[in-house]
């Protein structure tokens, strides 16, 4: 048995928005017993600064003694990628619930044992794909599911990003294959690939893929650093090895192709995510810099047709029950789309129920599809993604 503490493993600023929409949602489910007990992180200080700030109770050095306590049954993984593997079977063996970030791991078979772990386990587990939570795409999502767009052609989905344009920010683990894996594409092209199997389904071939380093070294930084900020710099220089911008043209077995881009180097971007939809009766497309909203053409007859914005409303995916403002064009942004995914994490523990849209299984699927796109971009040919169990 384990107890009902909750556990934050990663004080950065991902492990801040676990915190936020625990101590968002955790209200609405005083039955379960959960309580906010503590963030582990080897950096004491980030530690200490995120439990007083979101009101846990204490703070952790050793992710193993977390793991060994009998009082913490929920844990958040959210650790740089090369920690995901170790931290989430730990914590799969001991029978506790697992939200792990993305990538679930820097390959497919390291992916595929923890899922397997996760099948085996009595806790309730998945992969944080908190972007299927955004109303509007979840949205366009069902209408592309009841057929309103006809039968799906084609996808196009950019996740952009300039938080590495600077080629003056510090060398860290973000920049290394063997702690990283592939640069934008596990860090960004992750979500990327998953939203193209949640609007498309499972993708049976890469038909190419071509990735680009355009910043090949960094400086080190002269003191241990987090997140993506300035710092002061050594005078030793670091080698980038994994990509900075990586694309890749799919096929899906339902016979759709799309195309996946991403790039941490994409300057003016920020944080922009876009997500294009086409079919044979109608097209959908969204980006997050108007997330209040997400644009519709639909034809019967194959005319054309204009678009037609369709604004959030009370009756959009998770804002009438869960939104704090269920009001027409309220804005939905990040925090409350990841707020709606731990919600839905706490419900199907509080329900014993497995936690689907997002699973493990996804989130092997989703590593299967990244290492292909992986070895095409390597060896310049198409490749195909051999599913199984």
Not at 225 to 251: C, P
Request: net charge negative; glycine share 10%.
């Amino acid at each position: 048995m384990v107890g009902n503490g909750i556990a934050i493993v990663g004080a950065g600023m991902i492990g801040a928005a676990h915190a936020a929409g625990y101590r968002t949602h955790l209200p609405r489910f005083a039955k379960l017993g959960a309580t906010m007990d503590v963030v582990c992180d080897v950096n004491v200080d980030a530690a200490s600064k995120m439990a007083s700030t979101w009101g846990f109770d204490r703070t952790a050095a050793d992710w193993r003694a977390v793991m060994a306590d009998a009082s913490i049954g929920i844990v958040s993984v959210c650790l740089p990628n090369f920690l995901h593997t170790e931290v989430a079977q730990t914590a799969l063996r001991a029978g506790k619930h697992v939200l792990c970030e993305k990538p679930l791991a820097l390959s497919a078979d390291d992916a595929r044992a923890t899922r397997d772990l996760a099948r085996a386990s009595s806790g309730v587990s998945g992969t944080v794909f908190n972007y299927r939570r955004i109303p509007a795409l979840a949205d366009i999502n069902a209408r592309v599911a009841n057929g309103e767009l006809g039968d799906p052609v084609q996808i196009l989905i950019q996740y952009q990003c300039d938080y590495a344009a600077d080629p003056m920010l510090p060398h860290s683990w973000r920049y290394t294959f063997d702690r990283a894996g592939p640069g934008a594409l596990l860090d960004l092209g992750t979500h990327a690939v998953d939203m193209a199997r949640f609007m498309l389904g499972d993708v049976s071939e890469i038909a190419g893929a071509v990735s680009t380093i355009s910043i090949c070294e960094r400086f080190l930084p002269a003191a241990a650093t987090t997140g993506h900020g300035h710092t002061q710099l050594s005078d030793e220089l670091a080698i980038v090895d994994n990509d900075d911008v990586m694309s890749a043209l799919l096929r899906f077995t339902g016979g759709a192709q799309g195309f996946v881009t991403a790039s941490r180097i994409a300057l003016g971007t920020g944080n922009r995510v876009q997500v294009e939809v086409y079919g044979t009766r109608g097209t959908a497309r969204f980006t997050t810099e108007m997330p209040s909203h997400f644009e519709l053409a639909i034809s019967d007859d194959g005319s054309p047709a204009p678009f037609r914005r369709m604004i959030n409303r009370p009756s959009s995916p998770s804002v009438g029950t869960l939104a704090p403002v269920p009001h027409d064009l309220v804005s939905i942004g990040y925090a409350e789309g990841f707020g709606f995914m731990i919600h839905e994490f706490l419900s199907a523990i509080a329900e014993g129920r497995p936690f689907e849209n997002g699973s493990m299984e996804d989130g092997y699927r989703a590593a299967q599809i990244l290492d292909a796109i992986q070895t095409a971009s390597e060896i310049n040919a198409p490749v195909s993604v051999n599913w199984r169990d």
